[in-house]
């Protein structure tokens, strides 16, 4: 009977030493794929990271580029201004000649009222109102060529206000209004969705998104990372409507509330104080259009006027432009 015991008792023990084998067996396996799939993870999270370390650096360039058309406008245009300079002091070199030439005239008349020569005096009559008309036209070929400063300098102003707008965006991370993406793919357990559009389509880092589908916001988005051509977006913890989901084409569209334009308003007093450069005190009998919109120092003042004949306004003054335009977020307060 002994024997027949330790064989049943040995029979339970070799069961129960198959039946945790097994079961070892299968853990191993599983933490095996489990560590297959960490690896992956890893190797994707240092391909993302080689991404935006690229993408980086193409802003950098683009930032540098940007600058370096900034500088050759600010040039274009203080060569403009003095230009015009010269050709406003020009005419009013032309403007004096005319008025000795309608003097000139004017003696002239009178000396014909007293007698004397007249064939000589009509002759001479001839010679000055011809003399006038030459200096007629040169006043204005001189005006035209004013009008075609001012519309250069207007031009470039154009353009200077345009990449001002542009570095403006970036720096505060605000799309445009009329922006529109799609969802190219959702991260659930991540928490964040990549976009088919890049800071080449107006996409930047730190701006404030919006999914919907048809008029119904699905979910909010902060854009995390751009590059050229995509961009990654972190859904914002509590912005998807209970029951809501996200699908790949999902519309993305900008937000009605821009968090860095808020930011903007409340630090847009400041701002202005510190940006604003002092304009230097002009003489009193400087024509209108000597001021240089980019601070440079002034020419020479021309001959008295009691004003700028063609009302032009100054050039606005160029902001400084010491921040950075791709995006970055301001300091937290």
């Given at each position: 009977?002994?024997?027949?015991?330790?064989?049943?008792?040995?029979?339970?023990?070799?069961?129960?030493?198959?039946?945790?084998?097994?079961?070892?067996?299968?853990?191993?396996?599983?933490?095996?794929?489990?560590?297959?799939?960490?690896?992956?993870?890893?190797?994707?999270?240092?391909?993302?990271?080689?991404?935006?370390?690229?993408?980086?650096?193409?802003?950098?360039?683009?930032?540098?580029?940007?600058?370096?058309?900034?500088d050759n406008a600010k040039e274009e245009v203080?060569?403009?201004?003095?230009?015009?300079?010269?050709?406003?002091?020009?005419?009013?070199?032309?403007?004096?000649?005319?008025?000795?030439?309608?003097?000139?005239?004017?003696?002239?008349?009178?000396?014909?009222?007293?007698?004397?020569?007249?064939?000589?005096?009509?002759?001479?009559?001839?010679?000055?109102?011809?003399?006038?008309?030459?200096?007629?036209?040169?006043?204005?070929?001189?005006?035209?060529?004013?009008?075609?400063?001012?519309?250069?300098?207007?031009?470039?102003?154009?353009?200077?206000?345009?990449?001002?707008?542009?570095?403006?965006?970036?720096?505060?991370?605000?799309?445009?209004?009329?922006?529109?993406?799609?969802?190219?793919?959702?991260?659930?357990?991540?928490?964040?969705?990549?976009?088919?559009?890049?800071?080449?389509?107006?996409?930047?880092?730190?701006?404030?998104?919006?999914?919907?589908?048809?008029?119904?916001?699905?979910?909010?988005?902060?854009?995390?990372?751009?590059?050229?051509?995509?961009?990654?977006?972190?859904?914002?913890?509590?912005?998807?409507?209970?029951?809501?989901?996200?699908?790949?084409?999902?519309?993305?569209?900008?937000?009605?509330?821009?968090?860095?334009?808020?930011?903007?308003?409340?630090?847009?007093?400041?701002?202005?104080?510190?940006?604003?450069?002092?304009?230097?005190?002009?003489?009193?009998?400087?024509?209108?259009?000597?001021?240089?919109?980019?601070?440079?120092?002034?020419?020479?003042?021309?001959?008295?006027?009691?004003?700028?004949?063609?009302?032009?306004?100054?050039?606005?003054?160029?902001?400084?432009?010491?921040?950075?335009?791709?995006?970055?977020?301001?300091?937290?307060?």
């Amino acid at each position: 009977m002994a024997w027949k015991l330790l064989s049943v008792l040995s029979a339970v023990c070799l069961g129960a030493a198959c039946y945790f084998a097994n079961a070892n067996k299968q853990r191993t396996a599983q933490e095996k794929i489990r560590l297959e799939a960490a690896q992956a993870n890893l190797k994707s999270a240092q391909d993302r990271k080689t991404e935006g370390e690229a993408a980086a650096k193409a802003k950098e360039e683009q930032h540098t580029a940007l600058q370096k058309d900034r500088d050759n406008a600010k040039e274009e245009v203080v060569k403009l201004a003095t230009d015009a300079q010269e050709k406003e002091a020009t005419l009013v070199v032309v403007k004096g000649n005319l008025e000795q030439v309608t003097r000139q005239v004017t003696e002239v008349r009178k000396q014909i009222d007293d007698a004397g020569d007249i064939e000589n005096l009509v002759a001479q009559i001839e010679k000055l109102k011809k003399d006038q008309t030459d200096a007629e036209g040169a006043v204005a070929n001189q005006n035209q060529r004013l009008a075609s400063v001012k519309e250069s300098i207007t031009s470039l102003s154009g353009q200077i206000n345009n990449l001002r707008e542009a570095e403006a965006q970036g720096r505060r991370g605000i799309v445009a209004v009329d922006f529109s993406a799609r969802v190219a793919e959702y991260f659930p357990e991540w928490g964040f969705a990549i976009l088919n559009k890049g800071n080449s389509q107006g996409v930047f880092a730190n701006a404030d998104l919006e999914i919907k589908r048809g008029q119904d916001v699905v979910a909010k988005l902060k854009v995390r990372s751009v590059e050229q051509h995509n961009s990654i977006a972190d859904i914002i913890p509590g912005s998807i409507p209970e029951g809501g989901f996200i699908l790949t084409g999902d519309t993305v569209v900008a937000a009605l509330k821009q968090t860095a334009a808020d930011e903007k308003k409340t630090s847009a007093p400041a701002d202005k104080a510190s940006d604003t450069p002092v304009a230097p005190e002009a003489p009193a009998a400087a024509p209108a259009m000597s001021s240089d919109p980019f601070g440079a120092p002034a020419a020479p003042a021309a001959p008295a006027m009691s004003s700028d004949p063609f009302g032009a306004p100054p050039a606005p003054a160029a902001p400084a432009m010491n921040s950075d335009p791709f995006g970055a977020p301001p300091p937290a307060n």
